[in-house]
């Protein structure tokens, strides 16, 4: 059954203390991989796309890095602004109008 | 900006009273989503639309429908709220390159509340 783990639930964090969130995930072929992030009472805003292992991308203090089995969000030097709920999503290479999400890593980032 | 609205953002309905929530895309997608999110839960997917046809996921109860008039377009009417269905609900679109759904982009969502 294709799945989605992410780690940690809940993450506190000082103002520039760097770290990682995971997302594993187990699919039938993989079409693509995504990060979201989710304000309180808002709609999942789009971060990035990853295709294939070994892709990496960059926005700001987020640097999002692919392999066979699971995906890391990196957070360098995180402010209060980027405290929120991260999402990662599967596509299956054999059913891709769907998304599969993970339950998510709710990130607070403290001054 | 092209961008994907959501009216109303928040809602407030009476048990068994039927709602309509709608969705409107300016990014020209050709398919549409909704989702239902309850707190600190994963979105759940109701159904989409890869253009006109419709595509129902299993478990989702029938009082829930959807219409998408257009490609702009797409509601969703819930016939009987109960207190379980107090949730947000997301819309989210992505177009369909070779036949297959690329990244998908969401709405605000429309804050849901029965009384």
């Known amino acids: 059954e294709d799945q989605v783990t992410q780690s940690p639930e809940a993450l506190r964090l000082q103002e520039g203390e760097s770290s990682s969130l995971n997302c594993s995930y187990t699919?039938?072929?993989?079409?693509?991989l995504f990060w979201y992030r989710q304000d309180p009472g808002k709609g999942p805003e789009f971060l990035f796309t990853?295709?294939?292992a070994g892709e990496e991308k960059e926005k700001e203090r987020l640097k999002a890095t692919l392999t066979k089995k699971e995906s890391f969000l990196h957070i360098t030097a995180p402010k209060p602004e980027d405290s929120a709920t991260y999402l990662c999503?599967?596509?299956?290479?054999?059913?891709?109008?769907?998304?599969?999400f993970g339950t998510g890593t709710r990130l607070q980032v403290f001054p | 900006d092209a961008m994907v609205i959501q009216n109303p953002r928040y809602q407030v309905t009476q048990f068994g009273k039927p709602v309509t929530l709608s969705c409107s895309q300016t990014?020209?997608?050709?398919?549409m989503y909704w989702y239902q999110q309850k707190s600190s839960q994963a979105p759940k997917l109701l159904f989409h639309?890869?253009?006109?046809?419709?595509?129902n996921e299993a478990d989702t109860p029938d009082n829930f429908q959807s219409r998408r008039p257009n490609t702009s377009f797409c509601f969703l009417d819930i016939r009987s709220p109960g207190l379980g269905d107090a949730a947000m609900y997301l819309c989210?679109?992505?177009?369909?390159?070779?036949?297959?759904?690329?990244?998908?982009?969401f709405g605000p969502g429309t804050r849901l509340t029965v009384l």
């Open positions: 989210a679109t992505s177009r369909a390159i070779l036949g297959r759904a690329d990244t998908q982009y």
């Open positions: 699919v039938s072929g993989l079409r693509g």
């Open positions: 990853l295709y294939s």
């Open positions: 999503a599967v596509q299956a290479a054999d059913n891709t109008d769907k998304l599969i």
């Open positions: 990014l020209n997608h050709n398919v």
């Open positions: 639309y890869y253009d006109k046809d419709f595509n």
